[in-house]
């Protein structure tokens, strides 16, 4: 048994690759990434940063490349599920009953610093940074179990002629992405990352609370009663009062809404994609082959 027999046959053994086979810096091969996870909206319905009791389901799917040794581009679309309800939140916040819940779809596109060469190392703590443009449309579900669509209710008073300030919001708005994680390599061609990131958006009408409330007889007359009705929903509960007086707060309008999510997501190189379908079908292993003698016996 020859020296290039016998390293084979060890790794075989243990089930390991040699260091030398995750030496590949110049690699620059880009990767297709999905990911799966939690996600959570911060808010004037919402005040914590992250609640696991009004969280939502969130994926995604990206294109990253490499640049060089540290550096990679990576743009992707996600969908995901965000929501808040007073009835969950501080009891100063019980009182007003609102509660919303949107889907939303985002496309974004980031910078990936990787703190160590995952090639080297198999492991390395990485973070991300760039912006995203993202589609949300709010809605909440009445007392009759109904669900409604809140932006066209114009619950703030949002296009009326009385509040000439208060512009309808948009449904696609722009954010800046933060995020970071822990990414590993399973083998040279696939990773694992349990990584974490959050939406920065300039607007404060995730959820359709901003500011404050209207005249309940202007809203009534130019939105129709269900305005009125979801606008304040405190007499839906036991000894609630009544529709606020025009200007009591409803939000909080200097502090923009935020979203967030966390969770696993597997990377694959497109290289190896193609590779791994044509051996299927050839029935070789290019990968063992091009590392291990072939043994006659």
């Known amino acids: 048994m020859n020296n290039r027999l016998l390293k084979c046959f060890v790794f075989l053994l243990i089930g390991l690759p040699n260091a030398s086979l ?4 110049g690699d620059r091969s880009p990767y297709i990434g999905l990911f799966g996870g939690l996600s959570s909206y911060q808010g004037d319905l919402q005040p914590n940063s992250f609640s696991f009791s009004q ?4 994926g995604s799917i990206w294109i990253r490349k490499p640049i060089n040794g540290n550096f990679s581009l990576r743009g992707g679309v996600s969908f995901g599920n965000i929501k808040a309800d007073d009835a969950k939140n501080r009891d100063y916040l019980k009182v007003r009953n609102l509660s919303f819940y949107s889907a939303v779809k985002e496309a974004f596109l980031e910078l990936e610093l990787e703190f160590m060469s995952i090639d080297r190392n198999r492991f390395s703590p990485f973070v991300v940074g760039g912006i995203s443009v993202f589609h949300f449309n709010p809605y909440t579900i009445d007392a009759t179990g109904a669900k409604v669509y809140l932006q066209p209710l114009n619950t703030e008073g949002q296009g009326l002629e009385a509040y000439p300030d208060r512009k309808p919001y948009k449904l696609y708005q722009p954010a800046l992405s933060f995020g970071g ?10 990773v694992v990352s349990v990584q974490a990131s959050q939406r920065k958006t300039f607007t404060d009408y995730i959820d359709d609370v901003s500011s404050s409330y209207v005249d309940q007889d202007v809203l009534l007359t130019k939105r129709g009663p269900k305005a009125v009705e979801l606008a304040y929903r405190g007499d839906e509960l036991p000894g609630g009062s009544g529709y606020p007086k025009e200007g009591e707060q409803r939000g909080t309008p200097t502090e923009m809404d935020w979203y967030y999510f966390a969770g696993l997501s597997l990377e694959i190189k497109l290289s190896s994609i193609g590779k791994a379908m044509g051996n299927l079908r050839t029935g070789r292993n290019d990968w063992y082959n091009k590392r291990c003698p072939k043994v006659i016996l």
Do not use: E, F, K
Request: charged content about 10%.
């Open 181 to 190: 994680g822990l990414r590993y390599a399973l083998s040279p061609n696939m």
């Open 55 to 58: 969280s939502g389901g969130w």
């Open 22 to 25: 995750w030496a590949q810096d």
